[in-house]
């Protein structure tokens, strides 16, 4: 299969807002934007590396417990390597991170939200981007649930995708879905629940040994999750454990990479070779990461996730 890889080793226009802030040691400009969608408020956070915009533009799409900022531009101090917006703004990409609606600084429905939605958001954040750019087409990576309305934008707007990386794509039959499964009630009876710092941690200890975790780092993470996310909506549980799978691969026609770290609970070969196998486009790769799981951005195979996920959008 021509450059196939399998290998065992993520709408309307508002103005920008004003703040931004350089890191001098990186010298990493961050910005914060706005992005109307109907009546949902949708905010971006931005990376890029130095004051001239690049032509390589990246769009990430958070999973169900963490908006874009907490999950991909985390900064712990004595470990550089952990945003990855920060990796990715030093290989040259513009990078822009999304909170969808019920998540982060963005509207908060009263009422569940859906994956639905979410891809709208998200489509209404890449035509932000293309305008602000004045590109036709970005990069996308998803991580988690994040790969379920990430893979619907790619569905239904192909023309816009350059590459697409599905980080922790969940499958049906995943032993994670499973535990939700249990909880289904729970979802249906509340729109939104509450998160203890403490229970944030959990994620990175599932199916991963305790050796693959740095704990200045999940503690980092299950700070900053429970200061941003009061309350964490439960609408993509709810369409997780009941209308997978919302994703047809012979529908996804952009060069896509699947990856996933060796211990993931929601990603393996058993349930997502067969789509890897379905998808049409033969520029395509499968990469599993040692020392990594869900986690697997925060976790110590982290190096090899970046360094995998720059040599298929710089290829």
Known sequence: MRKACFRMIAAAL???????????E???????????????????????????????????????????????DLQ??????????????????????????GFGRSTHPEAHMTTAQASSDLNAVVDYVLHLRALERVDLLAWSWGTQYGGMFVMAHPEKVRKYIAYAQMHLDSPDLA??????????????????????????????????????????????????????????????????PMLNPRLMNASIM??????????????????????????KRYVIIPEAGHMMMFQKGRQQFQHAVIDFLDE
């Not at 693959?212 to 454990?241: C, F, H, S, W």
């Not at 060796?262 to 789509?275: K, Q």
């Open 258 to 283: 699947l990856i996933h770290g060796e211990h993931d609970d929601v990603a393996d070969t058993v349930g997502l070779l067969p789509f890897f196998q379905a998808l049409p486009n033969p520029d």
């Open 179 to 244: 535990k939700r499964r249990q909880k289904i009630g729970d979802y249906k009876a509340h729109a939104y629940v509450e998160i203890a710092e403490a229970g944030w941690k959990p994620r990175f200890y599932s199916m991963t040994p305790a050796s693959d975790n740095i704990p200045a780092i999940v503690d980092a993470y299950a700070r900053a999750a429970a200061e941003t996310e009061k309350k964490t909506p439960t609408g993509p549980q709810l369409d997780m454990v009941s209308i997978m």
């Open 14 to 24: 508002l103005a920008v807002a004003g703040h931004s802030a350089m890191a001098s």
């Open 76 to 101: 712990v101090p004595g470990y550089a390597d952990v945003s990855l917006m920060d990796v990715l703004a030093r290989a040259g990409f513009d990078v822009f991170a999304l909170d969808t609606r």
């Open 26 to 72: 990186d010298a990493i400009v961050s910005a914060e934007h706005w992005v109307q969608n109907g009546d949902v408020r949708i905010y971006v956070w931005e990376k890029r590396s130095g004051a001239v915009h690049n032509r390589k533009v990246i769009v990430l799409a958070h999973g169900s417990a963490t908006a874009g900022k907490e999950s991909f």
